[in-house]
């Protein structure tokens, strides 16, 4: 037994976690759960051909965990160098009078609307399916669990208006987002296995008008809803907010542990800072939901656009 107040060792709190029940070389984690059927129910679901896309810009000026930046910049020296090859002209290159800019990116996956590998969180040293970090850890990222490992997405996407359902325009910081909640945000509609549940909280609404108060803190769902969520066999989840879960939370002694539980225990995949004021404005509630990711090389994430078709 733990005492009172004293952390539970790692293995303690592990125990039971891995391998998982996709087996011990598994590194798909919950995305498992859609199979060529699921996505065939999926598209099924599209009817008028509109498409909602569910990102947001991301720039140098958008809200970030601290510690990590954006940094975009043009390089334009071919407009320079293109006048010199062999065929150029003052105007540029060949007859034409071709130029080109290109820009480079400074930055980290885990900004903006983005989707987390099942690397990125640990609880101590362990990582989904148990592997130890220094294990796994590598140069440019790690050799196993990175996004690069995750199939592509195509799904049914279930969103949760969970603002409406209690009939406010947003929930405020550390506010818990319940089963109770959930179920009543469904309306009668039943999860299924392979499902992608998004929830709108209306917390969105500050990534622009107030950047700073957005990451202050955040509403989301709880740890009890999490288990459920992971109980119904989901494949991913997401919200309106930086991260998933609330902050403050629940428990002042376990900060993030509704993403760590989601990533490390179920594999659950999610996603952050969704745009979905408009979805939800307009009463989409079911859908087929796009989530194609680049595959970058053990990267904890990777940025997306989410789409949303019907």
Known sequence: MTAVGTSPPVAERTAGWFPS????????????????ATVLAAVSLVRTGRVLDLAHVLHAGVPAFPGRTYRSYLTTN?????????????????????????????????????????????VGDRTYNGHRLADIAEEHGTSRLGVDSLPQVVTRGLLLDVAAARGVAALEPGDVVTVADAEAALGGRRLRPGDAVLFHTGWGRLWDDDPAGYGAGEPGPGLELAGWLAAQRVALTGCDTWSYGPVPPEDPDEPFVVPQTLNVRHGVVVLENLRLAEAAAAGLR???????HAKLLGATGAWVTPLAIT
């Not at 029940?21 to 060529?36: K, S």
């Not at 060949?94 to 480079?104: I, K, L, M, S, Y």
Request: aromatic residues 6%; hydrophobic residues 40%; negative net charge.
């Open 21 to 36: 029940r996709w087996g011990a070389d598994d590194q798909a984690g919950a995305l498992n759960e859609i199979t060529p």
């Open 286 to 292: 079911e859908f087929c939901l796009v989530v194609s």
């Open 78 to 122: 071919a407009h320079a160098v293109n006048r010199r090859r062999p065929g150029g002209t003052p105007e540029g290159w060949g007859r034409n009078a071709v130029n080109w800019v290109v820009e480079q990116v400074t930055a980290t996956q885990q900004m903006g609307t983005h989707l987390d590998a099942l690397n990125h969180l640990q």
